[in-house]
C-alpha cells in the first residue's frame, strides 16, 4: 500500500534580510527576498527519508502564500519531493494562524495523507502551534517536535526532547508530526533534482476548490489583531575594550559598576 | 471581577517560575483561577495561594502522563466551561503553546503566542510581543472568542499576593483523541544543579570560538562564579561540545536575562533571536567585527581563554 506524505511548507521572508512590517501591520513581502523556511526542509528531509524506507511512497509539498511561494516548492521538489499544492487567493493575505491552519487543512484532506509533516516552526512568524493546530482539525494524533521520526507497520514513532524530559512517542496513521533541526541535515538538492523538479505537477488551488469562504480568513477573518508595530531602537552603543591582558579584570568593573557582582 | 484561567507548570507539585510570573500578568486582568493537572497537582495550592490564586483546579489521571498534550487540553478545556474566564494564560513552553493553541481552536478564540508583556485594556488583554528576532515590537489583542494567550519566561517579575487559593477537583472526561499519541517512554533530564536557562537571572554562553568540549569547563566555572545558567550557540551544540538543551537562539531556547555573556559567540541572526531581549548584554570575542559587538553595552576584545578566567577569578575573590 502506497503511503501518502504531505509536507507542509512555509514561503518566508529571508532572516538576515532587512524584515519589516507594512502599513497594514501584515508582513512586508516587498523589501526581502522570500525562501523556503530553513527548518522546513528539515521536513523535507525527514519526509524522504520515510519514503525511502516505504516499499511505495508519494510526497506532495503544500504550501499556502502569494504567488512567490511557488519558489519554495520548487526548492522542495528539487529536493526529491514528487508533486506540489499551491493555494492562492487574494483574500488570503493578512491570515493569522487560525485561518492558515484551517486552510492547510483543508488542502490536506483533499490531497488525501497517511502522514502530514511539518517544520517545528516558521522562521517568521515562530509560534510553532501550526502543527498542533492541524493535528486537532484532522483528528490525527500529534507526534510533534521530534528529533528522529520513523514509520514502520501503520505507525509513526519518535522522540521529542523536551524541556525536562525526552520522550518516545508512538501513534498509528494516519497522523501528523513536525521535526526539528536536531532530526538530521538536509540534503542540498543536486543538478539532476533541479532539474527534475522543473517537470513536476504544482497545482494551483484557491479558496473557492477548498470550499472556503473568503470571510474566515485573511486580515478580516483574523481572530487576532495586531494594533501596532515599532521598530525595536538602536542599542545605544556599548563601551568596546581590547583585550591589554586586564580585560577580565575591566569587564569585573562594569559588572560591579551593574550591580551584578 | 472577571476570573482568569492560568495554566500551571510544575514537576511533581514544584511549580515552575515562570507560572509565578503569570500570576502577576493575570492579577492585571481579573482574578486567577490556576489550573493543575498531572501528580502532585494538590502540591501546588499553597505557593498558588502565595501568588495570588483565587482558586486551585486540580485533576490527576494516567492520561497526562501516558499520552501527549490532549489529554491536558481536555483538561483545560474542561476548566474553561466550569469558569468562563476573562482571558486564558499559559506559559510560553514548546508544550505550553500546543496545549493553548488546541485549546484556542476548541473554543472559537484568537491565539497570541511568546508575549512578552500583558497589560488590561478597553478591549481586552493587550499584549506585547516582539518579531523577526527582537528588532520589532508589537502590540496585538485577540479579537474574537476568550484571549488564549502564552507568555515567555521573565516577562513579569513574581509578587507574592495572598489569595484563597481554594482547592477543587476538576472533573475531567477525556476525548477519543487524547490517547491518540502514547508516551512510551520518558527520561527525566538530569539536574545540573544550575538555573534553568530560561528562568536565570544571568545566561553565560559559549560558542565555535570555545573550541572543544574540553573546554567548556571555562564557561562552566565563570557561570558558577555568578550563579548563572550555561547557555551555548548551535555551532557548539552541531559540534557535539554541549547538549542540545543548552542552546539559546531560534531554535533552541529564548532567554532573556538581566545579563548575558556570550564568549566565542559571533552573534548570527538566528543566535540574536534568543537572547537580544536581554538587559545587559557583554561579549567577548578575538574579533573586532563580530556582529555580536553591535549589541552589546560592554564588549572585549581578546581571546576567551584570557580573558575569561581572569574574569572568573575576579568576581569569586570580590565575592568570597
Ligand atoms: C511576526 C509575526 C507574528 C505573528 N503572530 C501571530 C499571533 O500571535 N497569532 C496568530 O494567530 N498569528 C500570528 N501570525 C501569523 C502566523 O504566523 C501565520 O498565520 C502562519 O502562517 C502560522 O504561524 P507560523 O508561521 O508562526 O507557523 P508555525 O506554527 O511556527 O509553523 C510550523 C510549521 O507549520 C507549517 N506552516 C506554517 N505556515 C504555513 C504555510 N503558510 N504554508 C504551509 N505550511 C505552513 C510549516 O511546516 C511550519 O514549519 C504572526 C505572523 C508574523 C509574521
Ligand atoms: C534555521 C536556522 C536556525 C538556527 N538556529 C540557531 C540557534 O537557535 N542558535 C544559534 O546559536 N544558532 C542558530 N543557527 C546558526 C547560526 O546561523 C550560526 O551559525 C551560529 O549561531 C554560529 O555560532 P557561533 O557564533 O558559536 O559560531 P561562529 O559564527 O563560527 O563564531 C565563532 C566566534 O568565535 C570567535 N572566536 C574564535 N576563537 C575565539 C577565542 N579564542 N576567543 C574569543 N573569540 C573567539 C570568532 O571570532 C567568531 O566570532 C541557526 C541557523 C539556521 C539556518
Known amino acids: ?261 | 471581577m472577571a476570573e482568569v484561567l492560568v495554566y500551571v507548570d510544575h514537576v511533581d507539585g514544584a511549580v515552575r517560575k515562570p507560572t509565578l510570573e503569570l500570576l502577576t500578568l493575570a492579577r492585571r486582568i481579573g482574578d486567577p483561577v490556576a489550573v493543575a493537572l498531572g501528580s502532585g497537582a494538590q502540591d501546588t495550592a499553597a505557593v498558588l495561594a502565595e501568588h495570588g490564586a483565587v482558586k486551585v483546579l486540580t485533576a490527576d489521571a494516567p492520561e497526562f502522563a501516558d499520552y501527549l498534550v490532549v489529554p491536558k487540553v481536555d483538561a483545560l478545556q474542561a476548566a474553561y466551561d466550569a469558569v468562563s474566564p476573562a482571558a486564558v494564560l499559559v506559559p510560553s513552553s514548546a508544550e505550553g503553546k500546543e496545549i493553548a493553541a488546541r485549546l484556542a481552536l476548541r473554543i472559537g478564540s484568537g491565539i497570541i503566542t511568546d508575549a512578552t508583556d500583558l497589560e488590561a485594556g478597553d478591549e481586552g488583554p493587550v499584549a506585547t510581543q516582539s518579531a523577526f528576532a527582537a528588532s520589532f515590537t508589537t502590540k496585538s489583542r485577540v479579537s474574537k472568542g476568550t484571549p488564549v494567550i502564552t507568555v515567555k519566561p521573565n516577562s513579569a517579575p513574581v509578587e507574592s499576593a495572598a489569595a484563597a487559593g481554594t482547592v477543587e477537583a476538576l472533573t475531567v472526561s477525556f476525548g477519543a483523541s487524547a490517547t491518540g499519541t502514547k508516551v512510551v517512554s520518558r527520561t527525566p533530564r538530569e539536574s545540573t544543579g544550575r538555573p534553568e536557562l530560561t528562568e536565570a537571572a544571568i545566561v553565560v554562553s559559549g560558542g565555535r570560538g570555545v573550541n572543544g568540549a574540553e573546554n567548556f569547563h571555562i564557561i562552566e566555572a565563570l557561570a558558577d562564579s555568578l550563579g548563572a545558567a550555561v547557555g551555548a550557540s548551535r555551532a557548539a551544540v552541531d559540534a557535539g561540545w554541549y547538549p542540545h538543551s543548552n542552546q539559546v537562539g531560534q531554535t533552541g531556547k529564548s532567554v532573556s536575562p538581566q545579563l548575558y555573556i556570550a564568549n566565542g559567540i559571533s552573534g548570527a541572526i538566528q543566535h540574536r533571536a534568543g537572547m537580544q531581549t536581554s538587559k545587559t548584554i557583554v561579549a567577548v570575542n578575538k574579533d573586532a567585527e563580530a556582529p555580536i559587538f553591535d549589541l552589546v553595552d560592554y564588549g572585549i576584545v581578546g581571546d576567551l581563554f584570557q580573558v575569561v578566567p581572569q574574569l572568573t577569578e575576579e568576581v569569586t575573590s570580590r565575592k568570597g
Open chain 1, 1 to 261: 500500500m502506497s503511503l501518502r506524505i504531505v509536507v507542509c511548507v512555509k514561503y518566508v521572508p529571508d532572516a538576515t534580510g532587512d524584515r519589516h512590517f507594512a502599513d497594514d501591520l501584515t508582513l512586508d513581502r516587498d523589501d526581502v527576498d522570500g525562501l523556503l523556511s530553513e527548518l522546513d526542509e528539515y521536513a523535507v528531509e525527514q519526509a524522504l527519508q520515510i519514503a525511502g524506507e516505504a516499499d511505495d511512497a508519494e510526497i506532495t509539498v503544500l504550501t499556502v502564500g502569494p504567488e512567490d511561494a511557488k519558489d519554495a516548492l520548487r526548492k522542495a521538489l528539487s529536493m526529491g519531493a514528487d508533486k506540489a499544492v499551491h493555494v492562492e487567493d487574494d483574500d488570503l493575505h493578512g491570515s493569522d494562524v487560525m485561518g492558515t491552519s484551517l486552510v492547510l487543512a483543508k488542502a490536506i484532506e483533499k490531497t488525501g495523507y497517511d502522514l502530514v509533516v511539518c517544520g517545528m516552526a516558521s522562521t517568521d512568524g515562530t509560534m510553532g502551534v501550526l502543527p498542533a493546530l492541524l493535528a486537532e482539525r484532522l483528528g490525527v494524533p500529534q507526534v510533534t517536535l521530534l528529533s528522529e521520526v520513523s514509520v514502520e507497520g501503520g505507525k509513526v514513532s519518535g522522540r521529542r526532547d523536551g524541556d525536562t524530559a525526552s520522550e518516545q512517542l508512538e501513534a498509528s496513521l494516519p497522523a501528523l508530526v513536525s521535526v526539528t533541526d536536531q532530526s538530521g541535515e538536509a540534503r542540498y538538492p543536486s543538478f539532476k533534482g533541479i532539474m527534475a523538479a522543473k517537470k513536476k505537477p504544482v497545482e494551483s488551488l484557491d479558496l473557492e476548490d477548498l470550499g472556503l469562504d473568503g470571510d474566515a480568513v485573511g486580515l478580516e477573518g483574523a481572530w487576532t489583531k495586531v494594533d501596532s508595530a515599532a521598530q525595536r531602537p538602536a542599542r545605544t552603543a556599548g563601551t568596546i575594550v581590547k583585550d591589554e591582558g586586564e580585560g577580565g579584570k575591566q569587564l569585573a568593573e562594569f559588572l560591579v559598576s551593574q550591580k551584578f557582582i
